[in-house]
Antibody, heavy 118, light 111 residues
Framework: EVQLAESGGGLVQPGGSLRLSCAAS????????MHWVRQAPGKGPEYVSA????????YYANSVKGRFTISRDNSKNTLYLQMGSLGAEDMAVYYC???????????WGQGTLVTVSS | QSALTQPPSASGSPGQSVTISCTGT?????????VSWYQQHPGKAPKLMIY???KRPSGVPDRFSGSKSGNTASLTVSGLQAEDEADYYC???????????FGGGTKLTVL
């Protein structure tokens, strides 16, 4: 059974940093590109960042470029998102999502909540 | 990339059919057959219901169907059931292997 489990969310002060993790199981992690998608309260999902299967290629939404860094460790079946210079606009539930063969997100984690507040 | 446009709400009685639209541009919905739909119940993660405009993943009831005409994609839920009450989001490939645009979401109410 495919499972994705995010962790690392929590309360952080404005301007602070946080590192999210996503532990994958039930499939060959290195065979799939992975994305981070976030969802602010009451809003629709928003693409945040993407990483290729081997981690060599990374991409970011304009809203997080220069502040967030996506990475993966295929030996540990884990995806990461290092977030910096956090602001109120970054408050959301952050999901890791597996990219299926047809550009869709075929599996999602349960999400981890990031709250930015002083 | 601008968000895709969905109606904020839709409703129907049990057994009826409801169609939710998702309007984009020729750069996303109209340009590619890579529209997907997600169902989200409160407090839960989104679940893939339709991919490549009209294909259903294993386990998704055939009451859910998708289509596309020009820059507008649609999700139809037939034979509405109480458990279909949820938020629905569309998503489209937008010309890059990584860029995705989502719709703002439609809250489906089963009356």
């Amino acid at each position: 059974e495919v499972q994705l489990a995010e962790s690392g969310g929590g309360l952080v002060q404005p301007g602070g940093s946080l590192r999210l993790s996503c532990a994958a199981s039930g499939f060959t992690f290195s065979n799939f590109a992975m994305h981070w998608v976030r969802q602010a309260p009451g809003k629709g999902p928003e693409y945040v960042s993407a990483i290729s299967r081997n981690g060599a290629d990374t991409y970011y939404a304009n809203s997080v470029k220069g502040r967030f860094t996506i990475s993966r460790d295929n030996s540990k079946n884990t995806l990461y998102l290092q977030m910096g210079s956090l602001g109120a606009e970054d408050m959301a539930v952050y999901y890791c999502a597996r990219v299926g063969s047809s550009y869709s997100y075929d599996y999602w984690g349960q999400g981890t909540l990031v709250t930015v507040s002083s | 990339q601008s968000a895709l446009t969905q109606p904020p709400s839709a409703s129907g009685s049990p057994g009826q059919s409801v169609t939710i639209s998702c309007t984009g541009t020729s750069s996303d919905v109209g340009g590619y057959n890579y529209v997907s739909w997600y169902q989200q119940h409160p407090g839960k993660a989104p679940k893939l219901m339709i991919y490549e405009v009209s294909k259903r993943p294993s386990g998704v009831p055939d009451r859910f169907s998708g289509s596309k005409s020009g820059n507008t994609a649609s999700l139809t839920v037939s034979g509405l059931q109480a458990e279909d009450e949820a938020d629905y989001y569309c998503n489209s490939y937008a010309g890059s292997s990584t860029v995705r645009v989502f719709g703002g979401g439609t809250k489906l109410t089963v009356l």
